[in-house]
């Protein structure tokens, strides 16, 4: 019994991608029932073939990517995921970053990725990150088992991101430091612009109704209300 306790979870272990989406992204429905590896190697897919055979030489059996393991016309689903995506993250064996426009030379701080309101918490969440360039190359061939306990990397990623190494070794979602993380989410930006608040609900732990179509502006203030009500700290509406 303890065997099975012990192999059942490990068995299970899965990896996530974090990414800067880009042209031809493949759904659900796109790659539903297909063996992914039949099909052409273009844009995203060609993305996402790179990811899983990554985490399959990596030794790992599942893994999760956001563009087609998520049911975008099912709101429900959506409602779902956008509140549980930060768990998912962190309960993820490892996530791998593919930075698209890095090469195997260059460095991850000229990456958009940085510059993202959703990888925000695809950096904080995970507890295991591995960077890999355009090439599907690990950054600098460093091989370390993870890249967010290799110090000439952490030194970068406080760098760019202007987060205290503290934060990306050890995060904890909630209500602490809530002006530090506005001003973190500050230098970032999304594509639809409710997604600005959307993309902090697991930062801050909170479980509101996601309403596509209301304004950034609305958006953001709801998140600031349920920060103030819960903490107390009128200061995080100066951030």
Known sequence: MELIHAEVPRHFQYVTLSHRWGA????????????????????????LQGFC??????????????????????????QETIGSMFAWYRQSALTIVYLSDVPDTGSIGSSEWFSRGWTLQELLAPRTVLFYTRNWSLYKNLTSANHKKDAAVLEELESVARIEPRFLTDFSPGMDNARSKLQWASLRRTTRPEDVAYAL???????????????????????????????????????
């Open 201 to 239: 609900f697991g930062i801050f732990a909170v479980h509101l109704p996601v309403l596509y179509g209301e304004s950034a502006e609305h958006a953001l203030g709801r998140l600031l209300t349920e920060i103030v009500s819960h903490s107390g700290d009128i200061s995080v509406l100066d951030w």
């Open 24 to 47: 031809g992204e493949p759904s659900l429905r796109d790659i539903e029932n297909r063996k992914i590896y039949n099909m052409s190697a273009m844009e995203g897919l060609g993305k």
């Open 53 to 78: 055979a990554v985490a399959c030489r990596r030794g790992y059996s599942w893994a999760w990517s956001d563009t087609c393991c998520i049911d975008k016309h099912s709101s429900a689903e959506v």
